[in-house]
């Protein structure tokens, strides 16, 4: 069964710092990686995707996928308190119409 | 252009009733999903359709029905309603491995 594993959180950061959010996977075949934000009672909207290894930077936001260690991870520079939300991991693989989604880590960040 | 849209936003059932929830998106995307998701859970894939005239169990389909009644719309229907099924549902659109469009979500409570 393919996996998608997140640190549930809640993972704190003050702000003007780097939040880190990883996720891992099990399934090697996996060639798509989306990362979603999801503000509390609302709907998962896509932030980043991202498809080679290496890093994949979006103005404030940087994915970077390991496909070697199953490792997916979205860094956030200049955290901001409008950046507190869950932060959902999916990974799909090659030919599949259906993505994996992790459970979610939960971001705060305080002023 | 509405993206994904979902009917209707809230609704409370008693045990027992049935609905169908309705989802239509005017993005073309040939596929279209169906999620629940509860706190902890993240979120669930209920029953998915890969194309016009498709649909397939996802990880949940006991208790739901599914219909893709053309490229747009994709309905979900509750037979009997159960407690167990007061979740939120969210349906969701996108095109092969691309990223998944969500609709605004449907808050269930089943009394």
């Known amino acids: 069964q393919k996996e998608v594993e997140q640190n549930s959180g809640p993972l704190s950061v003050p702000e003007g710092a780097i939040a880190s959010l990883n996720c891992t996977y099990s399934d090697r075949g996996s060639q798509s990686f989306f990362w979603y934000r999801q503000y509390s009672g609302k709907s998962p909207e896509l932030i980043m995707f991202i498809y080679s290894n290496g890093d994949k930077e979006d103005g404030r936001f940087t994915a970077q996928l390991n496909k070697a260690s199953q490792y997916v991870s979205l860094l956030i520079r200049d955290s901001q308190p409008s950046d507190s939300a869950t932060y959902l991991c999916a990974v799909q693989s090659g030919g599949s119409y259906i993505p994996t989604f992790g459970r979610g880590t939960s971001l705060i960040v305080h002023p | ?111």
């Open chain 2, 1 to 111: 252009n509405a993206g994904v849209t979902q009917t209707p936003k809230f609704q409370v059932l008693k045990t027992g009733q049935s609905m169908t929830l309705q989802c239509a998106q005017d993005m073309n995307h040939n596929s279209m999903y169906w999620y629940r998701q509860d706190p902890g859970m993240g979120l669930r894939l209920i029953y998915y359709s890969a194309s016009e005239g498709t649909t397939d169990k996802g990880e949940v389909p006991n208790g739901y029905n599914v219909s893709r009644l053309n490229k747009r719309e994709f309905s979900l229907r509750l037979e009997s309603a159960a407690p167990s099924q007061t979740s939120v549902y969210f349906c969701a659109s996108s095109e092969r491995q691309d990223e998944q469009y969500f609709g605004p979500g449907t808050r269930l409570t089943v009394t």
